[in-house]
């Protein structure tokens, strides 16, 4: 297994550009999660999904939009990129809600 | 909001035991404790986790006080790839996918 898997690593906008990050699975795992990590900081939890065609709000959803159009995929949009948005972003999934979350490699990105 | 409180930093000799502790005075009796650890900004890595008894796996030992307010990670031979931010997390059991990461602990394994 390939586990949580994260393109692109590294990623340079400008502001008012849009992308998506993308992550994808080959655990069969129901829940899937973004969190970003900005310097010296924990991570913090942007949208989360608990199985194909559901998703919720984290603590800092606002930029950002996601889908779960099946189990494997779970992509991260940015629709008009700011500086702030200047962080590394990590994807992470776990088989349910009670189980361990696996974390991707993260996506750096950076908003000039 | 976190609702642990961990010491910034701490050093170890490599080869020794490295004790993090973690203070978590509003647990709920519904609360586990996780213990996850970040390496050099990769992704963060589960260690163990527990309700109330201690527990132990190949990575670590984890003891909980009888009052469950607060708990130890134990890494019993710290190695320098020890070396990492290790965070404590207190969540119900049911929502692991929500994950709340405070600021960890850095650990410098020194050889």
């Known amino acids: 297994n390939a586990g949580v898997t994260q393109t692109p690593k590294f990623q340079v906008l400008k502001t008012g550009q849009s992308m998506t990050l993308q992550c994808a699975q080959d655990?069969?795992?129901?829940?899937m999660s973004w969190y970003r990590q900005d310097p010296g900081m924990g991570l913090r939890l942007i949208h989360y999904s608990v199985g194909a065609g559901i998703t919720d709000q984290g603590e800092v959803p606002n930029g950002y939009n996601v889908s779960r159009s099946t189990t494997e995929d779970f992509p991260l949009r940015l629709l008009s990129a700011a500086p702030s948005q200047t962080s590394v972003y990590f994807c992470?999934?776990?088989?349910?809600?009670?189980?361990?979350?696996?974390f991707g490699p993260g996506t750096r990105l950076l908003v000039l | 909001d976190a609702k642990t409180t961990q010491p910034t930093s701490m050093d170890c000799a490599e080869g020794r035991a490295a004790n993090l502790p973690c203070n978590h005075s509003t647990i709920s009796g519904n609360e586990y404790v996780y213990w996850y650890r970040q390496i050099h900004s990769q992704g963060p890595q589960y260690i163990i986790h527990?309700?109330?008894n201690n527990e132990t796996n190949e990575m670590a030992s984890l003891i909980i006080t009888e009052d469950r307010k607060s708990s130890t990670l134990i890494l019993p031979h710290a190695t320098l790839r020890d070396t990492a931010v290790y965070y404590c997390?207190?969540?119900?059991?049911?929502?692991?996918?929500?994950?709340?990461f405070g600021k960890g602990t850095k650990l410098t394994v020194n050889p």
């Open positions: 527990g309700l109330k």
């Open positions: 992470a999934s776990s088989y349910d809600n009670q189980e361990t979350q696996y």
């Open positions: 655990m069969n795992h129901e829940y």
């Open positions: 997390i207190v969540l119900p059991r049911g929502g692991s996918e929500k994950l709340v």
